[in-house]
């Protein structure tokens, strides 16, 4: 992929070990190569006051420099009081004037909240949306992310250690670049899109089907031909056979796609090869290697998969 897009990194906390800091790092290494991030500070900004335009504060200068910027954001919050912290909407305050020159219309967003508690920071994921409506920042709906107990996620070091977290970073990411690209009027290329098929598979034999399901035709011809045999066609009977499918694996599970073939050309693509399989299928620990060929289409300016057909390359242990 030849284009690049700068991406801003806003962080709701300010404290300097915040776990919701750690988390934001933990993303960016995690970045395709398309999304270059850069942490935006929003720490030294002074309280919004319209007064001040008179003789504009150098940090505000900065602020809304750096966010002119770039071309897409993510925003990672803490909740405070079932809200967002006060920095951060200071921060929206302070990009969106002058009048007629905020900085935020049109940029694609994606939005991270992140909690030691349980409930993921649900109020302040949604209280930042609302504000971001208003603003005309199209934030980016599936996959959403409450990321709850994140403080127990990280080694001494502030390392991520939780796989399950990782795993759903790296697909938020990717389905974001999707979601930059498609606001951009641009396709995303399809070996790229494959690096989205592959977290889905990754998700998928973890038990969370909700990442392919994103990718899965919801109109038109779709088949899928699974290892056991026989046939399934339609669109939805498709979407329901994998829903049902994904809850039969456990958790912890490894799995790989080792793509041996790929392309695609006028609106089609497909990828051929085998898939590693390693953990736990109804509670039994089964390893398997399956031939696959898979089948997409571009439909609305996304790849779309239509077809999937496995068969096993072995004998399963």
């Known amino acids: 992929m030849n284009h690049v897009f700068d991406v801003a ?13 750690k ?19 929003i720490g030294d900004l002074p309280l919004y006051n319209e007064d001040l335009e ?3 504060p150098p940090a505000w200068q900065r ?12 925003f990672l919050t803490p ?12 921060a929206i305050d302070v990009g969106s004037r002058p009048m ?55 080694d001494e070091a502030g390392k991520l250690t939780n ?28 070996e790229s899109f494959l690096d989205l098929r592959k977290a889905a598979a990754d998700a998928y034999s973890n038990g969370d089907g ?5 990718l899965v035709t919801t109109e038109g011809p779709a088949t899928f031909f699974p290892p056991t045999g026989g046939m399934i066609s339609g669109a939805q009977e498709v979407r329901d056979r994998y829903s049902r499918d994904a809850s039969v694996f456990g958790s912890n599970s490894k799995n790989h796609l080792e793509i041996l073939q790929s392309g695609a050309s006028g609106g089609v693509g497909f990828w051929t090869g085998f898939q590693h399989f390693e953990g736990a299928i109804m509670g039994n620990e089964v390893k398997l290697k399956l031939r696959i060929t898979e089948l997409f289409r571009q439909i609305n300016g996304e790849w779309k998969l239509v077809h999937r057909h496995a068969d096993p390359a072995g004998d399963p242990k």
């Open 163 to 190: 796989d399950e977290t990782s795993r759903h970073l790296t697909h938020y990411l990717l389905a974001f670049e999707n979601w930059v690209f498609k606001l951009a009027g641009m396709t995303q290329d399809f």
């Open 63 to 74: 602020f809304r420099d750096e966010m002119a910027s770039v071309q897409a954001v993510i």
């Open 210 to 214: 909700s990442p392919l399901d994103a």
């Open 100 to 154: 007629k020159s905020s900085v935020w219309p049109g940029k694609p967003a994606g939005i991270l909240s992140v909690t030691p508690g349980k409930m993921g920071a649900f109020g302040a994921n949604h209280a930042l949306r609302q504000a971001l409506v208003f603003l005309n920042v199209p934030a980016m709906q599936q996959p959403e992310a409450y990321i709850g107990g994140a403080a127990e996620m990280f």
């Open 23 to 41: 988390m934001a790092h933990a993303l960016v290494e995690r970045a395709p190569k398309s999304l270059r991030c850069k942490f935006v500070e």
């Open 9 to 21: 990194i806003l962080v709701g906390s300010l404290r300097k070990a915040s776990i919701t800091r």
């Open 79 to 90: 909740e405070y009081n079932r809200s967002i912290p006060g920095a951060l909407k200071n």
């Open 54 to 56: 008179a003789e504009t």
